[in-house]
């Protein structure tokens, strides 16, 4: 049942994120970085204190009494993570939801089962001497947990092909129609680093960990015989967000400057109680992908099994949104053909690490 639970939380988790962006399309007359950190801010600062807050009693106490070693690791991971996040929104920005999403979050499922088992094969932590990258060579799971990101790369290079074939075939009206400002060269290079920056999210849960487990402990003292606490990892992610925080609020900064920008946050030429709402919107509905992400780890135990299952979701998701936007509309049935098969490929690689994850280590 408890794995059933986490599959749920898990759709849930990634239906939030793969829809986070649609209420930016409806901001009008601002320019990304206003909007971006507008609705960051709720993503990353005002949110998730506040979820903390309503399921974690003395959460503060407990990042206080962390010590330094994990809250630095996990803030790092937080920054490199946060790079990876603002890349995604100019990646979505230049390939739409549907090639966007594809790519930058087939990286960031393979490297975010890759990423914890490379750290803790070269620096040796109690508990975790069957999570390293020779334990995984070693080992059948293992063995099929690294077929299965070969298999997520082939379906990343198939999606690429997909998007080149698409531009060859699209008009520049349907291409303005479906992605503004769509740039395959361009949305592929800034996709493929946002999503290796992106997978450091997994890895600062896992430095975090201690955190989640003292929740978890306090938990327990109160409802014994109940198992793990739920929402045990909403500690970890009020550290990490900072981190994410401080990236992309350092750089939508530059580009108000740049763009002379700053303006939007007050023009009354533009909707900005609807602007405003919006942002807030895009940003509460992004967070509540981890919010139920960390329900769902809860419930599987798994980090590298919950994260590439996670991913899954919120690639099914996104390309549904971009279907119904009709990002693909006006391309060759090859086309469209290349880029389901894409997308099965790495649905099929998200299966094989699942299996890989689920034999005995």
């Not at 070269?122 to 298999?151: A, D, H, R």
């Not at 990892?233 to 981190?243: A, D, E, T």
Request: aromatic share 14%.
């Amino acid at each position: 049942m408890g794995v059933i639970l986490g599959v749920i939380f898990h759709f849930i988790g990634g239906f939030a994120s793969g829809s986070f962006y649609m209420p930016y399309k409806k901001v009008k007359g601002w320019s990304w970085e206003s909007f971006w950190i507008i609705g960051g801010l709720f993503s990353w600062l005002i949110v998730p204190p506040v979820a903390a807050y309503l399921t974690i009693p003395g959460f503060a106490e407990i990042i206080k009494g962390s010590s330094s070693q994990i809250l630095g690791t996990v803030f790092l991971m937080g920054l490199l993570w946060g790079i990876g996040g603002l890349m995604y929104g100019l990646g979505v920005r230049y390939l739409g939801m549907s090639l966007g999403n594809s790519v930058i979050l087939g990286f960031c499922s393979a490297f975010g089962s890759l990423i914890p088992a490379i750290y803790y094969n070269y620096v040796p932590t109690p508990g975790k001497e069957n999570m390293t990258i020779s334990f995984m060579m070693q080992n059948t799971g293992g063995q099929f947990v690294l077929l299965g990101v070969l298999v997520c790369i082939l379906g990343i290079a198939i999606c690429g092909r997909a998007g080149m074939m698409k531009e060859k075939s699209q008009s520049e009206e349907l291409k303005k129609e479906s992605v503004g400002e769509f740039s395959l060269v361009k949305g592929l290079v800034i996709a493929t680093i946002s999503g290796i920056l992106s997978a450091f999210f997994n890895f600062g849960i896992e430095a975090g960990k201690p955190m989640a487990e003292v929740a978890n402990a306090n938990w327990q003292l109160t409802h014994p015989g109940m198992g793990n606490f739920l929402f045990q990892n909403n500690v970890i992610f009020v550290v990490i967000l900072w981190g994410g925080l401080t990236t992309n609020f350092i750089w939508c900064m530059i580009l108000n400057a740049r763009n002379k920008s700053f303006g939007d946050y007050t023009n009354k030429a533009t909707p900005l109680a609807k602007n405003y709402l919006f942002s807030a919107l895009a940003g509460t509905t992004w967070f509540l992908q981890f919010f139920f992400y960390g329900m769902g780890e809860s419930k599987m135990g798994n980090g590298a099994s919950s994260w590439i299952l996670h991913m899954s979701f919120i690639i099914l998701v996104a390309n549904m949104w971009g279907i119904s936007l009709k990002e693909w509309k006006g391309v060759s049935p090859k086309t469209k053909t290349t880029i389901t098969i894409g997308i099965l490929t790495i649905i099929a690689s998200v299966m094989i690490v699942g299996y890989g994850n689920s034999l005995p280590k």
